[in-house]
Nanobody
Framework: QVELVESGGGLVQAGGSLRLSCAAS???????????MGWFRQAPGKEREFVAS????????SYADSVKGRFTISRDNAKGTVYLQMNSLKPEDTAVYYC???????????????????WGQGTQVTISS
């Protein structure tokens, strides 16, 4: 069983920044550290969409075109935590943000929802114009 808990969401003005964190529970660190991790988001009335992914050691990352150059995904395996630094935020970034663990061992990054098997509960990000 893997438990993921997101934090760091909130309300900020357009152009601002937020840093999201996703922490794996203590006894799952051995599982977490060998898997890729991803961030997804879901806006009201829309489908959940890929935001960013990182492989097991942080050497490889991938991003949705809509966030490339503004968002940065990173991880600290010693802490069992993955981060999403979000800069130059826009109103269209408003959504619930979810982190997730990949099904596969994490040499690569993954962009499809079906590639992930455990999800956090989500954290709300609201960007005002």
């Amino acid at each position: 069983q893997v438990e993921l808990v997101e934090s760091g969401g909130g309300l900020v003005q357009a152009g601002g920044s937020l840093r999201l964190s996703c922490a794996a529970s203590g006894r799952t660190l051995n599982v977490y550290n060998v898997h890729s991790m991803g961030w997804f988001r879901q806006a009201p009335g829309k489908e959940r969409e890929f935001v960013a992914s990182i492989n097991w050691n942080g050497a490889t990352t991938s991003y949705a075109d809509s966030v490339k150059g503004r968002f940065t995904i990173s991880r600290d395996n010693a802490k069992g935590t993955v981060y999403l630094q979000m800069n130059s935020l826009k109103p269209e970034d408003t959504a619930v943000y979810y982190c997730a663990k990949s099904r596969q061992y994490g040499r690569d990054t993954y962009r499809a929802i079906g590639d992930y098997d455990y999800w956090g509960q989500g954290t709300q990000v609201t960007i005002s114009s």
